[in-house]
């Protein structure tokens, strides 16, 4: 059985279409335009087939910076620059939400273990650190 290709939006119809959904769209870095929503953010630009491409992973917004989502094994947390904030449920959930809203509105894949639940940017568990 021959597998089905999926055709992905061009970058306007994806802005358009992200706008709909009641996405803020504003603009970001190089071009980039900033995506936002539930207090999360991630950035995307035109790939050079026109389709959409995300940039910046989302985030959480911490103090207008875009914060990485850092396990470190005992608790999430969200760290934009030198502020590191613990992550709570609501900023787990919501995170989780707007990825799946942007990538659906995108026509990007989903990957299996992200449609389970949020994923980490970074793993520092304490029990391997210095150890060669």
């Not at 071009?31 to 995307?44: D, F, L, P, T, V």
Request: net charge positive; glycine share 10%.
């Amino acid at each position: 059985m021959a597998r089905k290709t999926q055709q992905q939006p061009r970058f306007d119809t994806v802005l358009s279409t992200l706008g709909n959904h009641k996405f803020d769209v504003s603009a970001g870095a190089n071009g980039a335009k900033r995506i936002s929503k539930y207090g999360c953010a991630a950035e995307i630009r035109a790939a050079a087939d026109g389709t959409a491409e995300i940039t910046v992973r989302p985030g959480w917004l911490l103090k207008g910076n875009i914060a990485r989502l850092v396990d470190k094994g005992y608790q999430k947390f969200l760290k934009a620059g030198h502020v590191e904030i613990p992550a709570t449920a609501d900023n787990l959930r919501d995170l989780h939400r707007f990825s799946e809203e942007l990538k659906e509105s995108m026509g990007a894949l989903v990957l299996y273990n992200e449609a389970l639940g949020t994923t980490s940017d970074r793993y520092v568990y304490d029990r391997v650190l210095g150890r060669s």
